[in-house]
């Protein structure tokens, strides 16, 4: 298990999951499908920045060459190194969630540096205004404006400390005072605009996650619905398939319902479904998938179940349905019919057409058969 760092946009949680589990983006769950891409985008900032890095610290190094300053120069050629060797380490080593401090750490060097040599032609304290975007980028608003504060400190210091040592560069005083001003300024400015970029993004994930919810829960009974069930079983077929194992599905139909909603009213016969699915809930596993499959239809997907056990749990829940009968007022009479059929590596049938069809045609025999009753072959 390695730490993982779950990207909020604002700050990075840190978690525990495996390597680079967050990075993946073929989770089913849309949010983390976001947070994986941001923190890709981070990382992939991370890279353009070194390249960026490499590219001015190459140019200046060629430049301190051509103005013989030898000692610069080869500085510059060695930074240039450096960062070239890390660009080459990150893409060797593939993504990481250190890249960012490792970019972030070697800018400020390489700023602290030109701030206190002055660069090519004294540009050095120019420099600082490139780590605004670029620490916004690599951690986000809140610990990217921390950052900067403290760059912006430690430059200020630097610069008014009276005889700071190890300042070679000589910026005059109203260069310097400048410098603080549009600091603070594009520092400010950056993060409010990555901050409502991050409140925007909050509110897509907000809303996708509910998106999410209402196209796969099934208003009235608060179950799966149909097409969260067909997720659900493609989802464990393919598990099955890669780990040869065994699944079970029941398909139950309340019987007569049609009787029950033309006695007692449509209303009623809401609450029976909603009665019922918690019923359903109630006595399953956790694992277990339950899903209003249609109308007084339900379909319950086992993992890890053979024919037989889906068979006794289905007559378990034909019981417990049968009993609800007695928690109301009205004279009403609730019951079940469960059709059972097994897929997975030992069933006779494949596909997931094929399967339904199987659950499908033993649920319309237990109806033929007199209703409340389960069919197992
Ligand atoms: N109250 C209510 N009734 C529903 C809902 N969805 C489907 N129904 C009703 O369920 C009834 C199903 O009737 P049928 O398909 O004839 O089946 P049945 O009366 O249960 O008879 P068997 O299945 O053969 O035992 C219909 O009257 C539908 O209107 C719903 O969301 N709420």
Not at 51 to 77: C, E, K, Q, Y
Not at 129 to 134: D, E, Q, R, S, Y
Not at 232 to 241: F, G, K
Not at 294 to 318: H, W, Y
Request: aromatic letters at 8%; proline letters at 2%.
């Amino acid at each position: 298990m390695e730490m993982a760092e779950q990207s909020t946009g604002d700050t990075m949680e840190i978690t525990a999951s495996p390597t680079n589990e967050i990075l993946r983006s073929d989770s089913a769950d849309p949010v983390a499908q976001a947070r994986a891409l941001e923190l890709r985008r981070r990382i992939q900032a991370s890279g353009y920045m070194l390249i960026f890095a490499l590219a001015i610290t190459g140019a200046m190094g060629v430049i301190a060459l051509m103005s013989a300053d030898v000692v610069l120069s080869a500085t510059l050629f060695a930074v240039a190194g450096i960062i070239l060797l890390s660009y080459v380490g990150v893409n060797v080593a593939g993504p990481s969630r250190k890249t960012p401090m490792l970019v972030g750490a070697l800018l400020l060097v390489l700023f602290f540096y030109l701030l206190l040599s002055g660069g090519v032609n004294n540009t050095g304290l120019m420099w600082a205004v490139m780590l605004v975007p670029g620490f916004i980028n690599l951690y986000g608003y809140k610990w990217g404006t921390v950052t900067l504060a403290g760059v912006g400190a430690t430059t200020g210091l630097i610069l008014f400390y009276p005889d700071f040592p190890g300042l070679l560069a000589e910026y005059d005083t109203a260069h310097r005072a400048r410098f603080i001003a549009v600091f603070g300024a594009l520092t400010a400015l950056t993060a409010i605009l990555d901050s409502s970029r991050h409140q925007t993004q909050q509110m897509l994930h907000k809303l996708t996650a509910e998106l999410e919810n209402h196209a796969s829960t099934d208003a009235l009974t608060g179950l799966a619905n149909r097409r969260e069930a067909y997720r659900a079983i493609d989802e464990m077929e393919r598990r099955n398939r890669e780990l040869a194992g065994r699944y079970t599905v029941l398909i139950g139909d309340l019987d007569s319902f049609k009787a029950i909603n033309d006695t007692y009213g449509h209303c009623f016969g809401d609450r029976i479904l909603q009665d019922v699915a918690q019923t359903l809930q109630d006595n399953t596993r956790a694992d277990d998938v339950v899903a209003r499959w249609g109308g007084e239809e339900f379909l319950i997907l086992l993992p890890n179940t053979d024919v037989q056990g889906g068979g006794i749990l289905a007559e378990k829940l034909r019981h417990k349905v049968e009993a609800l009968s007695a928690q109301y007022e009205e004279d009403v009479k609730i019951s079940i019919s469960f059709g059972v059929a097994e897929g997975g590596s030992n069933a006779k049938q494949s596909g997931q057409s094929q399967l339904l069809a199987e659950a499908d045609s033993r649920l319309y025999r237990a109806k033929d058969s007199g209703r409340n009753q389960v069919i197992t072959a």
